[in-house]
C-alpha cells in the first residue's frame, strides 16, 4: 500500500441540502475506506442547489462545530471546502460584471470564514476563464474580485484555492502573483489540465499546490474513474513528490451515474499503489 492521502470531493456522492443527507454521505465515505471529504458549501441558484452546509445557513459555531464533529466521529478529515458558484455566463463569474457580482464575492468570503472556523481553511472554485491579456479591463475586474476576497481572508488564515483547466498553467500563475496574497493557492485538477499539459502544469505551479482533486478523463467515454483514462499518473505523481507535495488527493466522479461509488473505489485503490 502506497502512502497518497486519498478522500473524495463528497459531492460526487450526492448533493447535501439537509445535514442528514451530509452525514449519509459521511458514512459511505468511510465505508469505502476514504480518510478524508471535501464538501460542497454553497447555495447555488443557477443551478436550483441547495447546500445544508452553507454559511449563511451553517451560520453559528455551534452548527460550524457539528459539521466537524460529524466527520471526526467517522475518522474522516475535513480536506478542504468547495465553494464553487456559477456567473450569468461562466463558471465562477468573477470577471462578469452583472449586478449578483458582489453577492458572489461576499459568500465566497462567508465561505472561507466558516472554513477556518471550523478548522479547514483551504476552500476551492474555479473563478471562470482568466484572459491573457493582464492589460485588459477583463482581467482587471478578474484582479479586483478576487482581491476583494483574499484580502479578507488572510484576517484568518483562509486559502483561497484556485482550481485548474479554464486557463493554461502560465496564466494562472501570472493572475496569483499579480494578486500577490499569501491567502491565494491552487487546487490542481490533472483531467483538467490534460490539453494543457498535466506534467508540465505541476512545475509551473509548484509553489501554489495546496489542494489536489484525482479524476481522470477517458479519450473516448470522457469518464472520470481515476487510473482509466488519459492522465499520465506515473508522472504526475512523480512530480508532485518532487515539488514536495504532502496533501490531499481529493476523487472526483460528477458523472452522477448509478455506479459512481464503484468508480471511487477504482480509484482509492489504484492510487494506493503508489
Not at 453559528?60 to 459539521?67: D, E, G, H, S
Request: charged content about 25%; some cysteine.
Amino acid at each position: 500500500m502506497g502512502t497518497l492521502k486519498i478522500g473524495v470531493a463528497l459531492w460526487s456522492l450526492g448533493p447535501t441540502p439537509t445535514f442528514e443527507d451530509f452525514e449519509k454521505l459521511l458514512d459511505k465515505a468511510a465505508d469505502a475506506g476514504l480518510k478524508a471529504v471535501q464538501p460542497w458549501c454553497v447555495d447555488v441558484k443557477k443551478w436550483d442547489l441547495t447546500c445544508a452546509l452553507d454559511p449563511d445557513r451553517c451560520a453559528t459555531p455551534p452548527l460550524r462545530a457539528k459539521v466537524r464533529k460529524a466527520c471526526e466521529k467517522r475518522g474522516l478529515v475535513i480536506s478542504a471546502f468547495c465553494a464553487q458558484l456559477a456567473g450569468p455566463q461562466t463558471l465562477g463569474g468573477f470577471g462578469e460584471g452583472d449586478a449578483e457580482l458582489e453577492s458572489r464575492i461576499d459568500k465566497t468570503r462567508k465561505a472561507l470564514r466558516m472554513a477556518s472556523e471550523i478548522g479547514s481553511p483551504i476552500v476551492t472554485t474555479h473563478i471562470g476563464p482568466i484572459p491573457e491579456d493582464s492589460g485588459s479591463a477583463h482581467y482587471a475586474r478578474f484582479l479586483k474580485s478576487v482581491v476583494a476576497v483574499v484580502k479578507d481572508a488572510e484576517r484568518y488564515n483562509g486559502i483561497l484555492a484556485l482550481e485548474t483547466g479554464l486557463e493554461s498553467a502560465q496564466v494562472l500563475r501570472q493572475f496569483i502573483e499579480d494578486v500577490g496574497s499569501p491567502s491565494l493557492k491552487v487546487n490542481y485538477d490533472p483531467a483538467n489540465m490534460l490539453d494543457f499539459g498535466t506534467v508540465a502544469g505541476v512545475e509551473i505551479l509548484a509553489p501554489y499546490i495546496v489542494h489536489t482533486h484525482a479524476k481522470d478523463r477517458h479519450p473516448k467515454s470522457g469518464r472520470p474513474t481515476v487510473g482509466q483514462g488519459a492522465v499520465p499518473w506515473k508522472d504526475y505523481l512523480h512530480a508532485l513528490k518532487q515539488i514536495g507535495y504532502a496533501g490531499w488527493y481529493a476523487l472526483e466522479d460528477e458523472s452522477k451515474e448509478a455506479n459512481v461509488m464503484s468508480s471511487i473505489t477504482i480509484g482509492r485503490k489504484f492510487l494506493e499503489q503508489f
